[in-house]
């Protein structure tokens, strides 16, 4: 005698005290759903590929903020400069420590600003650098894909960002590279 299983998909708050109105999905609907969306992506390959050439990577670019965070050093290293020189001056010659006071904090305001942004900076290149990174693979990947006809976990793993169930039973496949799927 041969056992069955059946692996049903719930909503990710059920179990965190939240009532789920999402319907729940088998493995087998939710495996049509990704066939059905993935066949829509590779028939529109060339297509998506061209996007992404054409819009994805300039806007995943670093090369402007590369430039501006290089600037930034440059902007850090000369404002420690002038903070040490302040210091030294103060610790040579007599000088109003009301106006030194003020002189110092403009300087240690103006490098506190310029560090702050540096994080900024290099978190956004980062983040693009790893969104880029993740996207890439996307269109490399879809060059050779061929109409699916069965489903297999590697496609899934290589193509699939995410699936969003809505109370009204819209599903929607999103992709690795944003493209989205209305399923």
Do not use: S
């Amino acid at each position: 005698m041969k056992k069955y299983r059946r692996v049903i998909w719930q909503c990710n708050h059920k179990f965190e005290g939240e009532k789920c109105t999402t319907p729940t999905l088998t493995e087998d609907q939710l495996k049509d759903i990704f066939l059905r969306a993935a066949n829509q992506v590779i028939d529109a390959k060339d297509g998506i590929i061209a996007v992404y050439h054409e819009v994805l990577e300039p806007h995943l670019a670093t090369d402007d903020l590369q430039q501006e965070l290089d600037g930034l050093d440059a902007e850090i290293n000369v404002v420690a400069g002038l903070i040490e020189d302040c210091i030294k001056e103060n610790a040579r010659v007599a000088l109003d420590q009301v106006e030194y006071q003020k002189r110092y904090d403009t300087l240690v305001d103006r490098f506190d600003t310029a560090k702050a942004r540096q994080k900024v900076l290099a978190q956004q290149i980062t983040d693009r650098q790893a969104r880029r990174q993740q996207i890439e693979l996307f269109p490399e990947a879809l060059k050779k894909r061929e109409t699916l006809t069965v489903f297999r976990d590697e496609d899934w793993l290589a193509m699939v960002d995410y699936v969003t169930v809505t109370e009204d039973a819209g599903i929607t496949v999103t992709f690795k590279d944003g493209t989205e799927i209305e399923a």
